[in-house]
């Protein structure tokens, strides 16, 4: 009798066991699946990765409208880069620029534009990426690829020339530029963090060489938190 009532308490412990293990999986998943549907949804105050970097009509009428009177420069947008929700709604777009002057010679910046909720748009910085393959825009053999989107193509070619790289994390957001040479240049706009603790993430401008074997390296790098804003 007293063995029976042992067995009879093992599997009842046994069973409780299995129960916590259960419901433990239970809350693990309701957690898990809770975490996903909070990544997915934008942050209030957060700049947001746009999904396809290519313009749309929609951009390229607000970019219109924020520079509609300006003089100074012209502005042609490259990628749609990210988004964030204010009061109203702000957009980060990569653009060429150059000086309303003669023979002026383009550069890039990323600009952020401003939508009210009335649907008011305005330019509230110009952050330009001053660099000697920059500068001169599309001359020397460079020219705007088809899409500004990175394809598993362009991913792998980024990475090859990654390897070895340490100190900072790029992430290819949209490819600015491309030029045939004896082989093939790239000039991808990145999201750069510096590998320490707290870092901030920003814009950075990397060209990357792919030789005619499939060797790649990344040959230049600006940093945008290296350029001074303009707002």
Sequence with gaps: MKMMKTIGALALAAALLLSLAACGKTVQGANKEETEKTAEEP?????ERAEDPTVTDEVRTLMEKATAELDGASYTPVAYLASQVVAGRNYAILCRTAPVIPDAEETYAVVTIWEDPEGNV???????????????????????????AITDELKAVFDKAMEGFTGVGYVPVALAAQQVVA???????????TVVPGAET?????????????????????RMDEIEAEG
């Design 183 to 193: 082989g093939m240049n790239y000039r991808f706009l990145c999201e750069a963090t």
């Design 122 to 148: 305005q330019m509230t910085e110009v952050r330009k990426m001053d660099t000697e393959a920059a500068i001169n825009g599309l001359a020397g053999g460079w020219y705007e690829p088809d899409s500004p």
């Design 43 to 47: 942050v209030v105050g957060g700049w």
């Design 202 to 222: 920003d814009y950075a401008l990397v060209t990357v060489y792919k030789d005619l074997d499939g060797n790649a390296e990344i040959t230049e790098v600006v």
